[in-house]
T-cell receptor, first 112, second 118 residues
Framework: GNSVTQMEGPVTLSEEAFLTINCTYT??????LFWYVQYPGEGLQLLLK?????DKGSNKGFEATYRKETTSFHLEKGSVQVSDSAVYFC???????????FGTGTRLTIIP | NAGVTQTPKFQVLKTGQSMTLQCAQD?????MSWYRQDPGMGLRLIHY???????DQGEVPNGYNVSRSTTEDFPLRLLSAAPSQTSVYFC?????????????????FGPGTRLTVT
């Protein structure tokens, strides 16, 4: 079936550190891949997406590249800020419908 | 443009009580869905709808009912609340995927309803 495996947290980094959150997906069909972010007390919002192999999604300094050969979509940011503290979810679409399969989420805390 | 709205924000129920969580969107999205979020389990799909009059079960539908009489509204009913239904519930909406293709459309989420069943 369709699944997403995401790096377990929590992750704590100092401000300006480099961030990587790993995500791998099952290679069923040709999914679109997403990263959603959830700030404290809020719903999820789309951070970035990629719809085909080798596409790179980017937003707010975050990047992720759709790697078909390794079935991965790792989230990276070169220099994190305190305001990046949130829970990050990797997700994939399912063939033929709108349903999303989410990873379990990674809680990120950035300390000044 | 309010996006996706959910009411109430918080609710406490006793075991066996029933209630309806409300969800509305003003973006004319065909697709709407309900998720529950539990620690360590990410988001799990409860029910979804691809248009008015059409609903289907997701991953964890037991104990929940939905209906979609209009494009805008997608209420979630708990028939007889159980402690296992203590969770945070999110409603989401998006445009429908092109026929036979995976969706690349963004899903818009409401702010959530935190439900406690005692």
């Amino acid at each position: 079936g369709n699944s997403v495996t995401q790096m377990e947290g929590p992750v704590t980094l100092s401000e300006e550190a480099f961030l990587t959150i790993n995500c791998t997906y099952t290679a069923t069909g040709y999914p679109s891949l997403f990263w959603y972010v959830q700030y404290p007390g809020e719903g999820l919002q789309l951070l970035l997406k990629a719809t085909k192999a080798d596409d790179k999604g980017s937003n707010k300094g975050f990047e992720a590249t759709y790697r078909k050969e390794t079935t991965s979509f790792h989230l990276e940011k070169g220099s994190v800020q305190v305001s990046d503290s949130a829970v990050y979810f990797c997700a994939r679409s399912n063939f033929g419908n709108e349903k999303l399969t989410f990873g379990t989420g990674t809680r990120l805390t950035i300390i000044p | 443009n309010a996006g996706v709205t959910q009411t109430p924000k918080f609710q406490v129920l006793k075991t066996g009580q029933s209630m309806t969580l409300q969800c509305a969107q003003d973006m004319n999205h065909e697709y709407m869905s309900w998720y529950r979020q539990d620690p360590g389990m990410g988001l799990r799909l409860i029910h979804y709808s691809v248009g008015a009059g059409i609903t289907d079960q997701g991953e964890v539908p037991n104990g929940y009912n939905v209906s979609r009489s209009t494009t805008e509204d997608f209420p979630l009913r708990l028939l007889s609340a159980a402690p296992s239904q203590t969770s945070v519930y999110f409603c989401a909406s998006s445009y429908a995927a092109p026929l036979g293709l995976p969706s690349s459309y963004e899903q818009y989420f409401g702010p959530g309803t935190r439900l406690t069943v005692t």
